[in-house]
């Protein structure tokens, strides 16, 4: 017998496609990702592939271009940009805040839809033919001389655009307006703080990508445009309009990941996040830098030496609120009853992982040395390791978390730490090599190079396949124990927030009984039990 | 007037349900303002690269259009506000009217807007269609149309969706209103109000350069 809960409420396919329930929507959006992260790893596996060796054995220059497209446009859009907010956040939010939905729950099913219209497009562009501009679509290569389906990925991207909108503008109002009696700023968890930062940035950046992509297109369209350097346009603009979304859109990339980590860190350690006004504030301020620091990825376009140095230094100030984060967490660790259940695993590479990439990123930053490394292996490094070893770890690492929450059941604690270790390892061996590689100079974008680089390139490749049988272990074991696993109790981590004082799975409408905060989060007893938020 | 007893189960009353509403659309709002930002950003730049070919290109709009639109669309925003100040269940027949006629007004500028492009398009001063305009400030005048074009569509498709909303509120509100649809109509004006703030942007930035000095 199974009590009543948000799955067994119906069965049906109609409650599942028209449901409001943000729980639902959530595993909407978990079943697209997963499928979409599967299709652009495949892209990176076939690049892996042809990558082992210095010559073009598998695929041809054009197919490589569209290789390396279509994986960066697959995994930036429509995996990692709404991986944590729409499903862990989707999910999460309303119950870590007491509230039984979020503010606009039709905009919020809207939004999947509008998504997978997004999704649906750019994978016809990539059925179709593909597209060779690289995800960054740089003109005037991408407006006047490309011959692949540029417009209609470009479409693609523009209408998922739409999506990250509402979610965004859906989880500020949800965040101002719908928490419990007695949950204020300072009682919310961090998870919900780096949500709203990223959804700030959701909100004001996506538009400004939208309107480039308007302007690529009309430019196609049209055979003239704001790019065209035939009639006086400047195809860097371009580049400056697209940094100033896409270097927010990393923050996009890896708050919400951070977010997870506070909740892991935390919990594991059965001690207070250490600082926890100064790691909340620390997202608004990425949120807010992040807007400032566009030109770092263009110190080689001959922009003003004065702007570089501007940007450069911009970069180092943005890494502070970074550093302090990575800090205040190592600083939880200290004293803590550490416990190395898988999520906790996954929290640990993270912030290992993390802080490489961020001290990469501060190379980069550096003019002298970015003038060597743009364009190199070392910036593909660079962001593998935030996005790849940061958030998808922690993309990894919440959905453990939580799992026994979303599903009710408890997965095999053996494979599920099996799994991260390989994650961790196969993923070192994949793109360290990649810093050497670039440090000697191999540039990105080409699958054939001096035979001097196979050794690393050989070790990449390996490692990638490592990471692939890695990534797909979860498949089998969470899986596995969505249909045989132990049932889960209400909160198995003994965790305080408030996401784990109902039921696993949680009733249709969240809570029974209002929940009162009393609070702040993240309170253990001196035995480090928890204390719950609304007790 | 009818107080509309369902709020969905997130909200704890009316207008807290109402109040969210609003900061939706306000937080809509900021999003399209980084929206059109993109596209301003585009046109100073041109505009500081090529100064006299913006100045002669504006020379060529009709600015005597673009002001009666500006008028046109001042009177809309207007109608509007009226219509929030005074919607009751006593005076929804006065209430569908305002929005009537702001409604005509949307649609006489977007008439207009057409007559215009038509000019235009007669001129020879669509880029990418038909353009011809020779001498040293050609480019300078072709960027000048490419941003004139782009902005204006954009700002009509955005008067075309508002129009959408207020004949469903006119309806709406003449038929059975209640206190919701209070709410939604504050949200209406907010985004009506908000189009009209861009277009006195636009108007300033396409129709005024050049025209001071004689
Ligand atoms: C600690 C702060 C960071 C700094 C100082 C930093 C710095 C840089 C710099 C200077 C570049 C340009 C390198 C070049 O093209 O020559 C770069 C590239 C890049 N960074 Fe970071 N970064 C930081 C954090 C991040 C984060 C958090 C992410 C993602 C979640 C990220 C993702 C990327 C990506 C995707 C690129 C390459 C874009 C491309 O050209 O395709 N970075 N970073
Ligand atoms: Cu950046």
Known sequence: MTERNYLTADYTLRSWFFTTDHKRIAILYFASLTMFFFIGGAAATAMRIELATPQADLVSDDIYNRLFTMHGIIMVWFFLIPSIPNTLGNFIVPLMIGARDLAFPRLNLLSWYVFMLGGSVTLFAILAGGIDTGWTFYTPFSTLYSNSYVMVAAAGVFIAGFSSILTGLNFIVTIHRLRAPGLTWYRLPLFIWSLYATSVILVLATPVLAITLVLIAVERFFGVGFFDPRIGGDPLLFQHLFWFYSHPAVYIMILPGMGVINELISCFSRKQVFGYKFVAWASLAIAALGFLVWGHHMFVTGQSLLASLVFSFMSFVVAVPSAIKVFNWTATLHKGSLRFDAPMLYALAFIGLFTIGGLTGLFLACLAFDVHATDTYFVVAHFHYIMVGGMVTAYFGGLHYWWPKITGRLYSEYWARAAAILIFLGFNLTFFPQFVLGAEGMPRRYHVYPPEFQVWNVLSSGGATILAAAYLLPLFYLGYSVFFGARAPANPWDAPGLEWQTSSPPPEHNFDVQPVVTRAPYQYSRKFEAQPQNA | ?214
């Open chain 2, 1 to 214: 007037m009818r107080d509309s007893p369902a709020f969905a189960r997130q909200f704890t009353s009316v207008s807290h349900r109402d109040e969210s509403a609003e900061l939706g659309m306000w937080v809509f709002i900021a999003t399209e303002v980084l929206l059109f930002g993109g596209l301003l950003l585009a046109y100073f730049v041109y505009r500081h690269a090529y100064p006299q070919g913006f100045a002669t290109g504006s020379r060529h709009t009709e600015i005597v259009i673009g002001t009666a639109n500006t008028a046109i669309l001042l009177t809309s925003s207007f109608l509007v506000a009226w219509a929030v100040e005074i919607f009751s269940a006593e005076t929804r027949r006065l209430t569908a009217g305002l929005l009537a006629g702001a409604i005509c007004l949307g649609l006489a500028f977007i008439v207009l807007k057409g007559i215009e492009y038509h000019g235009e398009y007669e001129e020879h001063l669509v880029p990418g269609i038909d353009f011809r305009f020779t001498g040293s400030l050609a480019n300078g005048v072709q960027l000048f149309f490419i941003f004139y074009f782009i902005a204006t569509a954009i700002h009509a498709l955005h008067m075309i969706i508002g129009i959408g909303l207020l004949a469903v509120l006119a309806l709406l509100c003449r038929n059975a209103p209640s206190t919701r649809h209070r709410a939604g109509l504050h949200s209406a004006a907010l985004y009506w109000h908000f189009v009209d703030i861009v277009w006195i942007f636009l108007f300033a930035l396409i129709y005024l350069p050049g025209r001071s000095i004689t």
